[in-house]
C-alpha cells in the first residue's frame, strides 16, 4: 500500500525553525519527485517547495514567499524528505503536505494536481 506521512508540526513563535518530514512506505522513493504544499483555511492549497529524483539531478524549486528560509531535501536511503523551515513568520502557519509524482518536479510542480500521491497532513502553527 502506497502511503506518504507527515510528521514534525506544531506550535512556534515567530522567528523560530521546524523540520517536517514525509516518510514513504510501499514503495521507494527513487524515481519520484517530492513536493511540500500548505493550506491555511480558507485559502487555496500552494505550493511551497519541491525536489526531483537524484536520477534527474535533485532540482530544487521553492515559492517565492518562502525562498532564502526554507530547505527541502531527501533521503533516498531512508525513503523520507525533510522541509526544514527557519524564521517562521505568522503566514506560514498551515497544514502541509507531501505529495509525489514521477521523476521531476517542471516548472508547473506548484500544481497540485500534477501530483499523484498525498500525506494526511501535518500542522503548523507559528504565533506568539
Known amino acids: 500500500q502506497v502511503q506518504l506521512v507527515e510528521s514534525g508540526g506544531g506550535l512556534v513563535q515567530p522567528g523560530e525553525s521546524l523540520r517536517l518530514s514525509c516518510a514513504a512506505s510501499?514503495?521507494?522513493?527513487?524515481?519520484?519527485?517530492i513536493a511540500w504544499f500548505r493550506q491555511a483555511p480558507g485559502k487555496e492549497r500552494e505550493g511551497v517547495a519541491c525536489?526531483?529524483?537524484?536520477?534527474?539531478?535533485?532540482?530544487?524549486y521553492y515559492a517565492q514567499a518562502v525562498r532564502g528560509r526554507f530547505t527541502v531535501s531527501r533521503d533516498d536511503a531512508k525513503n523520507t524528505a525533510t522541509l526544514q523551515m527557519n524564521s517562521l513568520k505568522s503566514e506560514d502557519a498551515a497544514t502541509y503536505y507531501c505529495?509525489?509524482?514521477?521523476?521531476?518536479?517542471?516548472?508547473?510542480?506548484?500544481?497540485?494536481?500534477?501530483?499523484?500521491?498525498w500525506g494526511q497532513g501535518t500542522r503548523v502553527t507559528v504565533s506568539s
Open positions: 505529495a509525489t509524482r514521477d521523476l521531476s518536479c517542471s516548472s508547473l510542480w506548484h500544481r497540485s494536481e500534477r501530483f499523484d500521491s
Open positions: 525536489i526531483g529524483s537524484v536520477t534527474t539531478g535533485g532540482i530544487r
Open positions: 510501499g514503495f521507494t522513493l527513487d524515481d519520484y519527485a
